[in-house]
T-cell receptor
Framework: QQQVKQSPQSLIVQKGGISIINCAYENTAFDYFPWYQQFPGKGPALLIA?????SEKKEGRFTISFNKSAKQFSLHIMDSQPGDSATYFC?????????????FGKGTHLIIQP | KAGVTQTPRYLIKTRGQQVTLSCSPI?????VSWYQQTPGQGLQFLFE???????NKGNFPGRFSGRQFSNSRSEMNVSTLELGDSALYLC?????????????FGPGTRLTVT
């Protein structure tokens, strides 16, 4: 059972545009939602994370929007740059249960065209 | 601070053999988690250690095991290797008592089983 569904699988955005990646979760006990960025040959790097007590969190060009009632959250990359080309993963966790580590989405391969 | 280090970075083993992978967490981090990354299944949680004790375990067979030492370094072992064990094995460390927050990943060990 896939508990975190991520879309799209791949995304092409022009330089300077906004990249948007969406995730939906099923487990209402999830209360921690990080996003990771992974370059080829590297491990995932923590970008930004949110707890469900806020609807939005911004760090530089990266923004997480969170909709608790819809059980959805998304990553927005403003002014996308070629250096942002990477695979992005959303994840979720039930910190109270701490049971199963992070549950990851399948990833989005993002290409920023110059 | 130095990041999470994993050794070796690449490994080729034959079906039926066993393998041990090593992870050194970020200094001061006491929680270490292991994940398997494959193109088909994505990132999947293996297990988590804190203070030398396994706290959580994912849905993997008993051939996958691990341990943590008093200095927080961790090892994972896979016995009786199968072709399907070929994957990138990632270690992540966390500064908190619960591993569910702010997990920082190493570069991974690429295991190929022939």
């Amino acid at each position: 059972q896939q508990q975190v569904k991520q879309s799209p699988q791949s995304l092409i955005v022009q330089k300077g545009g906004i990249s948007i990646i969406n995730c939906a979760y099923e487990n209402t006990a999830f209360d921690y939602f990080p996003w990771y960025q992974q370059f080829p040959g590297k491990g995932p790097a923590l970008l930004i994370a949110i707890r469900p007590d806020v609807s939005e969190k911004k760090e530089g060009r990266f923004t997480i929007s969170f909709n608790k009632s819809a059980k959805q959250f998304s990553l927005h990359i403003m002014d996308s740059q070629p250096g942002d080309s990477a695979t992005y993963f959303c994840a979720a966790n039930d910190s109270g249960g701490g049971a199963d580590g992070l549950t990851f989405g399948k990833g989005t391969h993002l290409i920023i065209q110059p | 601070k130095a990041g999470v280090t994993q050794t070796p970075r690449y490994l080729i083993k034959t079906r039926g053999q066993q393998v041990t992978l090593s992870c050194s967490p970020i200094s001061g981090h006491r929680s270490v988690s292991w994940y398997q990354q494959t193109p088909g299944q994505g990132l999947q949680f293996l297990f988590e250690y804190f203070s030398e004790t396994q706290r959580n375990k994912g849905n993997f067979p008993g051939r996958f095991s691990g341990r943590q030492f008093s200095n927080s370094r961790s090892e994972m072992n896979v016995s009786t290797l199968e072709l399907g064990d070929s994957a990138l094995y990632l270690c992540a460390s966390s500064p908190r008592g619960k591993s569910t927050y702010e997990q920082y990943f190493g570069p991974g060990t690429r295991l190929t089983v022939t």
